[in-house]
């Protein structure tokens, strides 16, 4: 019987494919055991077949982004010997800056590689040009091999690639053409723009000889050299572009440029300077456990803060919170003052509030964990002490969503705040409570 020679035959092939197409074979089978006839079968034989192809497919997808990923982690391998080559030299990618009288001690000093990596802009006289030189024939050649298929082989570009010649005296047309010929008014552009961000999806790739020629080829593509026509470091100030006098300053005196161009203040240009708020509320500080080269700042090494609620001459008597807020949204405030309800069988705020079946909540941004005199708190609030964890709006908002999953034992029964905007009208309202 067909159906039988069926059966056996998707039987075979139903086990090894996976997931969708294994129903989808199943349910084959079930209805190709209800002896349909021949051409339903045959047409079942088919969809074997399809489902066989794409497994297929599917599993050279899968070998191709396996590869993507062997590559990707290899980078990863190399970055992380970089590190460890690094720090065997004795760099200490992580050592504090020294400590000055003025700043805050804060990062560290530039690797002189760092900056020579970052240092590559050449200015219009030609200062930051690195030695070197390159005509006309080896520009062709590099252009064909590494700029032509997007550019096109004299410059002309490709379907909708910008054409880098051409168009001249067509700048004040309703289209103009503006090419590297027609437009730009410094050569230091071309060389800059081309050694720094081209070729597309491989920039800096291109060696300074490469760059030097297949600048001078751009400028034989577009007539303004000859074709025995050599650029170096040499001669490059004294070319001048075509459009070099099309762009002219704008100093009408209601322009900015009026503005800039004074001197600028380089000192004391405010009378006095002052923080006002730390960067861990403003969640741009890593957590504590994240790996990272950056310093960890510690809380004894961080300098203090003055509020930007505190006059600068209240002469330190009187006590400010650092963490008071920069300008609270009386709107959020009031919403959270209004969810606080859920909390004020437990706990009090405001002046002279006393400590409830739960602790007082005043100054709470900025506070030790588990620090309120007198209140008897669970052994996980006393070992958060202990370490040293204070409350900020990170901290706060994952207790006050979860208190049970984020402070394992902690003796406060309450299930947690659902809503998003509930928790950070909370928070807020929390923030302008103080001592
Ligand atoms: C894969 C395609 C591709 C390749 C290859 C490529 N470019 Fe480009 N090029 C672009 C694109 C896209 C832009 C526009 C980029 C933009 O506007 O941000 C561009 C812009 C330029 C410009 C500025 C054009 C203008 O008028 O704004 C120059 C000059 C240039 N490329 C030169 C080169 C040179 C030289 C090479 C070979 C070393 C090269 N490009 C290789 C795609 C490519
Ligand atoms: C049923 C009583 C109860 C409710 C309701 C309650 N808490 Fe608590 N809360 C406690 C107790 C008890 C503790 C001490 C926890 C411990 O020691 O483990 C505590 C601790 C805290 C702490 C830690 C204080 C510190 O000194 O480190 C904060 C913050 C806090 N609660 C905020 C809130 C907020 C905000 C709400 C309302 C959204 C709320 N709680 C609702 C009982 C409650």
Known sequence: MGSSRMSKSLNQIVLPVAGGTALALSVALVVANLDYGQNKISSLEQRVEQ?????????RKASEEAAVVADLQAKIADLQAFAKETAARGTDLTEKAPKKDTGYGLGREALIAEIAAWDVDVLPDGRGLPAGRGDVFTGEEVFADKCASCHGDFAEGVDNWPVLAGGFDTLADKDPVKTVGSYWPYLSTVWDYVHRSMPFGEAQTLTADETYAIVAYILYSNDLVDDDFELSHENFSSFDMYNKDGFVVDDRPDREYARWSTEPCMENCKPSVEITMRATFLNVTPEEGDETLMNHAAVEDAPTFVANTATTDSGGDKEVPDTAPLAADPALVAAGEKVFKKCKACHAVGDGAKNKSGPQLNGLMGRMMGSVDGFKYSKAFKAAMEE????????????LAKPKAYMKGTKMSFAGIRKDQDLTAVIEFLRTTSE
Do not use: D, P
Not at 51 to 59: D, N, P, V
Not at 388 to 399: D, H, I, S
């Open 51 to 59: 489902a066989t192809l794409q497994a297929e497919a599917a599993g």
């Open 388 to 399: 040293g964890r204070v409350w900020n709006e990170v901290e706060l908002t994952a207790f």
